[in-house]
Structures are given as C-alpha cells and as structure tokens.
C-alpha cells in the first residue's frame, strides 16, 4: 500500500526559530493533508494540498506541495510554545482514496 | 467543534477480558477509522469502513473486530485483551473520497490491560 515519510522524526528550537518538517512520497499523490496533534490529544486537520506546486498559508505556517506530487513540507517561522506537538501529513491509502495512511510524524519541541 | 464521541476514554481491563470500544459520529459521515497510536508515535491503521455493513483490515495486524451496523456507530471489540493492546485507539470519520474532506478525530481511549 501507499506509505509517506517523514523527516525529521524529532526537532527541538528555541522560540523564535524557524521549523521545517518534510513529508516524502515514493508515489504520486493524488492530495496530500497535514495533521496537529498537540500532547495529550488528538490529530487535528491543518489543511489540505491538491495542485501541483501549491503553495497556501495561514498565519506563520506556510504548507507546499511538490512539483511531482511526491513530497510536501510545512514551515513554520518563528516558532512559538502554541507550536508544541507532532505534525503528521497524511496521503490516500489505496488508489480509491476509501481511507488515508499518515506518515510517522515529526514531534516538534519549543523551548521558550 | 467535531461531533465524534468515544467512550470511555480511560480503561483499565485485567488480560483476558473482552472489551468494546465505541466510537460514534453525528455527522452523517459514510468512512470510519480506527488507528493505534502509543504516545507520540505513529498512527496505524487497523480497521476502515466505507459505509453500513462493509468493514475493512488496515494496515496494523491486529486482533481486533469491527461493526458497521449503522452509519454512525463504529464499536471496536478484542475478544481477549493482552498486555501487547495497552495503547491509545483513535476513531476517525470522514465523507466522501479521501481528498474530497478532511478526518475529524474522536479523543482516544487509552487502553491499559494489566
């Protein structure tokens, strides 16, 4: 079945850096979305990315999709504690999109 | 706010017992999801529906069964709990084709089999 990677799998920054976390697909993906879970929670949807070379924004976190629609990334500048959690981003699980496979996550740490 | 519920939230179980997990959606939504998650780790996806009566194995091996007898309920059931099952299950629901919508995700029961 359809698998995406992560990396990294853990960061730590001080507040006020910048975070990248990469999300690697070995197949084209159709759509790809991106997950928060904050410690103690649940996943919590972020947004969703379908065209080729997207690019969409909100607030300090900027979410891209690849060219090839294999990989995506999330960026987020300058950090702060509210950031603390794992991001998953998440892509179709069969060719039917009937459900959804998450990558591994990448566990994000502020340090104020 | 989403209107997944499941219950309970925390159990303790002795090895052995059977136990029903519950997940239930009020949002008319046609897919549900089960996934196992240990504590800030991967999600694994160990049973899927699509719709009523129509239930699918995820990825994740696990010894663990579902029903979908009504679009909104989703129970999860292990006939005899191990130690192995203590983690967190997470129950998600979405409509349509994935892509077409986002996951909404229930709070978890973190499961504890001692």
């Known amino acids: 079945g359809q698998q995406v990677m992560q990396i990294p799998q853990y960061q730590h920054v001080q507040e006020g850096e910048d975070f990248t976390t990469y999300c690697n697909s070995s197949?084209?993906?159709?759509?790809i979305q991106w997950y928060k879970q904050r410690p103690g929670g649940h996943p919590v949807f972020l947004i969703q990315?379908?065209?080729?070379?997207e690019v969409k924004k909100q607030k300090r976190l900027t979410f891209q999709f690849g060219e090839a629609k294999k990989n995506s990334s999330l960026h987020i500048t300058a950090t702060q504690t509210t950031d603390v959690g794992t991001y998953f981003c998440a892509g179709p699980g069969d060719n039917y999109g009937q459900n959804f496979v998450f990558g591994p996550g990448t566990r994000l740490s502020v340090l104020p | 706010e989403a209107d997944i519920y499941q219950t309970p939230r925390y159990l303790v179980i002795g090895t052995g017992k059977k136990i029903t997990l519950e997940c239930s959606q009020t949002m008319g939504h046609d897919k549900m999801y089960w996934y196992q998650q240990d504590p800030g780790m991967e999600l694994h996806l160990i049973h899927y529906?699509?719709?009523?009566?129509?239930?699918e194995k995820g990825d994740l091996s696990s010894e663990s069964t579902v029903s979908r007898i009504r679009t909104e309920h989703f129970p999860l059931t292990l006939e005899s709990a191990r130690p192995s099952h203590t983690s967190q299950y997470l129950c998600?629901?979405?409509?349509?084709?994935?892509?077409?919508?986002?996951?909404?995700f229930g709070q978890g029961t973190r499961l504890t089999v001692v």
């Open positions: 990315l379908v065209k080729s070379g």
């Open positions: 998600a629901s979405s409509m349509g084709q994935w892509g077409n919508t986002e996951a909404f």
């Open positions: 529906s699509y719709g009523v009566n129509s239930t």
């Open positions: 197949t084209t993906l159709s759509n």
